[in-house]
């Protein structure tokens, strides 16, 4: 019953400002590791953010000094908070979590960067 449900992608201006949210239900998923994805068409599905139980922070070159990563345990949700957004940056942004060795994926939310 475990699920986690993406939100706030949607257009914006190359330079623009977007946070993304995922919240999780189901399961508590404070004590395990969690990340961002994204997956533009014809591309792999790449790791962008990664934050650990501890809030320690990992993230793409790509991203570096423009995302950043955080967590409400309280509230089951994580956050993506994306700045000076440019239109590589434009995917399919999804939620991820591993519990007890099985992988949760959201469904995805679309983030264009366009003119």
């Known amino acids: 019953q475990a699920q986690l449900v993406e939100s706030g992608g949607g257009l914006v201006q190359p330079g623009g400002s977007l946070r993304l949210s995922c919240a999780a239900s189901g399961s508590d998923f404070s004590w395990n590791p969690m990340g961002w994805y994204r997956q533009a068409p014809g591309k792999e599905r790449e790791l962008v953010a990664f934050?650990?139980?501890?809030?320690?922070?990992k993230y793409a070159d790509s991203v570096k000094g423009r995302f950043t990563i955080s967590r409400d345990n309280a509230k089951n949700t994580v956050y993506l908070q994306m700045i000076s957004l440019k239109p590589e940056d434009t995917a399919v942004y999804y939620c991820?979590?591993?519990?007890?060795?099985?992988?949760?994926w959201g469904q995805g939310t679309q983030v264009t960067v366009s003119s």
């Open positions: 934050i650990g139980t501890g809030g320690t922070t």
């Open positions: 991820n979590a591993v519990k007890f060795g099985q992988q949760y």
